[in-house]
């Protein structure tokens, strides 16, 4: 698609919807309570629940702790304690003009840790999640107990038009500045294998956070801040264990690029998912939960050489 039908495009879905209000954003109607702390200058609104080991999940880029929605109740039940936020610029917590770079997340995820007197979790990632999940690995190393990387960014990313364009000088405003409910449903339902699987509250909970003012300067901010590619060469050293899981449809960020990160990874099972696409915490959450709660009670704790083998023949 070339530049000009693509913002003639954008014109037309400039339209707005009225977005849900903050009351009713997730986890409102669960058994899930939202907190707010401000942390290195943003405020942040973050999940805490359960009790025992530590898991921390990190959504990916343009999205929210509602990424999670389908995992983290079972993960809870499985006798862990859950801990979720809405990452600087996403979400509900605050969208300053800069603080994006990859360093940037991983000091505010620290500053998470430390405000709640956490030594160390284990770390649960999400496209760009993944990707500052690994990097705080890499800086932290005795702050994190194990890794779970699921269609990481970090290896790179195939980016929309739409998204590229975001990022460039004087175009960039324009472009995110046109933002509507339709343009939401559109690209959430790009990275599902299976789009019907999208519901139209889904597309409410995503599109609440895009129609606010600021979310267009975050947007850009991330776009010229943040690399998606820093992690080739680096993950070698890491002696935790980890657990790589990617949709076999993902076209956002494709499967050898999930293969290419777990080779560098000394301790890893990698394992695909069939059926789905770059969504895969909410295409198929009964079996992401599954996968990560196997790997969090038998390949934390004592990895065995054979952890691709069991999580894959665990019953479902």
Not at 3 to 22: D, E, K
Not at 129 to 148: D, N
Not at 227 to 249: N, S
Request: aromatic fraction near 8%; proline fraction near 8%; charged fraction near 20%.
């Amino acid at each position: 698609m070339t530049v000009r039908p693509t913002l003639a495009l954008l014109l037309i879905c400039a339209c707005r919807a009225a977005p849900v209000p903050s009351a009713a954003r997730y986890p409102a109607g669960t058994a899930l309570v939202a907190h707010r702390i401000r942390l290195e200058g943003t405020e942040i609104r973050y999940i805490d629940a359960g009790r025992g080991t530590p898991v921390i999940f990190l959504h990916g880029f343009g999205a929210s702790m509602y990424v999670w929605r389908g995992i983290l109740s079972p993960v809870e039940s499985a006798g862990f304690r859950v801990l979720a936020f809405d990452n600087r610029g996403f979400g509900s917590s605050e969208k300053p003009a800069h603080g994006y770079g990859n360093t940037d997340y991983v000091r505010l995820l620290i500053a998470f840790m430390d405000s709640l007197h956490l030594p160390d979790a284990i770390l649960v990632g999400h496209s760009m999640g993944g990707a500052i999940a690994a990097e705080c690995a890499i800086s932290y190393p005795g702050r994190v107990r194990g890794l779970v990387l699921i269609d990481a960014a970090g290896f790179g990313v195939r980016q929309p038009l739409v998204l590229r364009m975001a990022g460039w000088p004087v175009v960039g405003a324009l472009v995110s500045g046109l933002r509507s409910r339709w343009a939401t449903d559109r690209l959430l339902r790009s990275i599902y294998a299976d789009p019907s699987k999208v519901r139209s509250e889904d597309v409410d909970q995503y599109y609440a956070p895009v129609a606010e003012p600021e979310f267009g300067r975050a947007l850009r901010g991330v776009l010229r801040e943040f690399r998606f590619d820093a992690l080739p060469g680096r993950l070698a050293d890491l002696q935790i264990p980890a657990l790589v899981l990617w949709g076999e449809r993902d076209e956002l960020i494709p499967p050898r690029l999930g293969r290419a990160l777990a080779s560098e990874l000394p301790r890893v099972a990698y394992l695909a998912v069939p059926n789905a696409g770059h969504a895969l915490p909410e295409e198929v959450p009964q079996e992401v939960s599954r996968l990560v709660v196997a790997f969090l009670k038998d390949g934390v704790p004592a990895p065995p050489h054979n952890l691709a083998s069991r999580l894959t023949t665990t019953g479902r």
